[in-house]
Structure formats: structure tokens, C-alpha cells
């Protein structure tokens, strides 16, 4: 029953700030742990963030540790990227996902939101 859609993206400067959401209508994934990825033209999709059910657990890719936080409100079925200081090389379409299986990588994840677009000039 998990339906999520993302939103939230948009076309900004480097050093600028965005804040992703995705947000499950279905209102079911309160217990699950919730990912971000994101893929660039060209690329294969990228693992970005992951939060446990309660938000105490996080972790995150190497190039967005410092800059990228990931949360959740789970009241409001919602999980949330805060991108701060973002770069050109940020730019991608950032999907986010349920982990349904131990690791980090794509395969790991489902109920693929369609994603919103983050493009960074320079």
C-alpha cells in the first residue's frame, strides 16, 4: 500500500538549499527504513541517505555527508532531504524508496517514488 511521491525540487544555484520530500499516501511505511537516491543522465542510480523507522539511525554517502540530512515525520508519513550547499554535481533526479532488504544498494529498495528533478548551475 505504499504510494510515495516526492516533491520539492527545482532549479537553484550552487550553494543554494532545497528541501526534498516524500511523502507516502498510503500512510504505511511508518515501520520501514526509507532511502534516497538519486541518478544523473547518463548514470547509474546513486544511493544518497537512508533513516530508520524512528529517525535515530542514519547514514549517507560520502559526497553529501555534512551537507544532506535526512528525517522523517512519520505522523505525516513524510521523509525529508534538507540539501544545503548545493553543488552542481548534485544534479539529478532524486527518487526516494522503502529498504526492504539489508544494503544500500538500488536493488535493495522498492515502492519507487517517480521522483523530482534537482538541477544545481554553476
Known amino acids: 500500500q505504499v504510494q510515495l511521491v516526492e516533491s520539492g525540487g527545482g532549479l537553484v544555484q550552487a550553494g543554494d538549499s532545497l528541501r526534498l520530500s516524500c511523502a507516502d499516501s498510503g500512510r504505511t511505511f511508518n515501520n520501514y527504513r526509507m532511502g534516497w537516491f538519486r541518478q544523473a543522465p547518463g548514470k547509474e542510480r546513486e544511493f544518497v541517505a537512508a533513516i530508520n523507522w524512528s529517525g535515530g539511525d542514519t547514514i549517507y554517502v560520502d559526497s553529501v555527508k555534512g551537507r544532506f540530512t535526512i528525517s522523517r515525520d512519520n505522523a505525516k508519513s513524510t521523509v525529508y532531504l534538507q540539501m544545503n550547499s548545493l553543488k552542481p554535481e548534485d544534479t539529478a533526479v532524486y527518487y526516494c524508496?522503502?529498504?526492504?532488504?539489508?544494503?544500500?544498494?538500488?536493488?535493495?529498495?522498492?515502492?519507487w517514488g517517480r521522483g523530482t528533478q534537482v538541477t544545481v548551475s554553476s
Open positions: 524508496a522503502v529498504q526492504y532488504s539489508t544494503g544500500y544498494s538500488s536493488a535493495n529498495f522498492g515502492s
